[in-house]
């Protein structure tokens, strides 16, 4: 049994990553392909999946109608993308057995078309909170999907009016998050922890907290702050950016979830980043940074997917450095704003409960068809196109079938023999 497994950028990539971990754990013999769109497939590559083509993130970052010089930029470094990824599809069109998309409805149109094959779509790019899907995009998706798993419960409500097959199992973004935490501090220390995005933007964005942070130290001493960095980062230049802060400022790799679990709140500058952080219970403050994804419009948009626990600033350090200082000393505020955030994004599980249902659709379906056929084949005498172990199998199967159909008969008419005698 194949498996490809579609997905757009490194969110997307991740998530897919995690159900294809899922699917793996179920039958070891499945093969998974992964093809990422705007990414090298890290995500897969970190869980040993096979991972086909790659290409490094457009100028715009996928936010291509931001900005109209990003725009141009994307259309002039990635116009053959598009043709280069549906000719590794085309590819391996027989080699695959069925097709995982996780990203939007362009991706999904590529996928279906060059495989030939419906999909089971894993919708993360879009919410009814933010926005609606649109009438075309509605229109695909009952023509092209197999299911849609969305990304929160009032989207599947939404497609379900639209005659869609849709779902919310959870989101796979909040999976594999709570593996091994490590408490980041010690006693009555109070910590604040900084995401400044996995993006190029990143080193801009951390000047702008840096800004944050200064307010913060004129108004209260005791405090520890701590950069989650993401691996697409680079470390030296991240502390090139707020030089009069390094020895204030931890910055890591891999801490991720322990930096995020022991904060009282996040500054975040990252997309998925702050619904992970909500996840795990902990407020997030944010504020128009650089980069497409962080302008003020689209961190609006946020903030009707997250919430209350979701807190959205102008950019003005003294202001936000108040704010902050007041929902750590607040401590009802603090528990509410943890528990509305945790709320509003949902439950993990996300991934396992996809691969779970596609493999008993799939897999399990495959299967039985298989056997039913060989059974079938085996009675009519045909085993030509059997695999010879099956065959053996099977063989021995219908004698033992055979031998006792016929004690059962013997059994039955003992009876009428004894009658007779």
């Known amino acids: 049994m194949n498996v490809a497994i579609l997905s757009n950028s490194y969110g997307e990539g991740r998530s897919g990553a995690l159900i294809a971990k899922e699917l793996k754990s179920l039958n070891k013999d499945i093969k998974i392909n992964a093809f990422p769109l705007i990414s090298f497939g890290e995500e897969y590559e970190r869980r040993n999946i096979k991972v086909i083509g790659g290409h490094h993130p457009p100028p715009s970052g996928g936010f291509l109608f931001k900005s109209a010089r990003k725009f141009f930029a994307d259309i002039t470094e990635t116009f053959f993308l598009p043709f280069s990824y549906v000719d590794k599809l085309r590819k391996f069109r027989k080699a695959n057995n069925f097709l995982i998309v996780v990203g939007d409805i362009p991706l999904l149109l590529l996928g279906c078309i060059s495989m030939r094959k419906k999909a089971y779509f894993i919708a993360l790019c879009k919410s009814t909170y933010i926005s609606p899907h649109f009438a075309l995009e509605r229109f695909f998706m009952r023509k092209v999907t197999k299911k849609v798993f969305t990304h929160d ?4 409500g ?7 097959d849709a779902e919310f199992f959870g989101n796979p973004m909040m999976d594999d998050l709570l593996g091994e935490v490590e408490p980041f501090t010690k006693g009555e220390e109070i910590l604040i922890g900084l995401l400044p995005g996995s993006r190029k933007e990143a080193y801009k964005n951390m000047s702008r907290i840096g800004e944050v942070v200064k307010e913060i130290l004129t108004r209260k001493k005791n405090l520890r702050f ?6 697409t980062v680079d470390k030296n230049k991240m502390m090139e ?7 204030k400022i931890d910055f890591l790799y891999g ?3 322990d930096i995020v679990s022991s904060s009282g709140v996040v500054i975040s500058l990252g997309g998925t980043a702050s619904e992970q952080a909500l996840y795990l219970k902990t407020p997030v403050v944010s504020f128009p940074g650089s980069g497409a994804q962080n302008t003020r419009s689209r961190l609006r948009g946020q903030k009707k997917l997250l919430g209350d626990a979701f807190i959205l600033l102008k950019f003005k350090p003294k202001k936000i450095a108040e704010k902050i200082l007041e929902i750590l000393e607040n401590k009802d505020l603090l528990e509410e704003l943890k528990l509305k955030g945790k709320e509003r994004v949902g439950e993990s599980g996300g991934a396992k409960r996809i691969a779970n249902y596609i493999y008993n659709k799939e897999v399990k379906t495959s299967m039985n068809h298989k056997d039913h056929k060989e059974h079938k084949a085996i009675n009519c005498g045909n085993t030509k196109n059997i695999n010879t172990e099956d065959t053996e199998k099977l063989i021995v199967l219908k004698k033992r079938k055979n031998t006792e159909d016929t004690e059962k008969k013997q059994r039955k008419d003992e009876p009428q023999r004894a009658q007779r005698n």
């Open 158 to 164: 939404y497609l379900q009016k639209s005659s869609i």
């Open 255 to 257: 801490r991720f979830v």
């Open 226 to 231: 701590a950069v989650a960095l993401s691996h």
């Open 153 to 156: 419960k009032v989207t599947a």
């Open 241 to 247: 950016s707020v030089p009069e802060l390094t020895k």
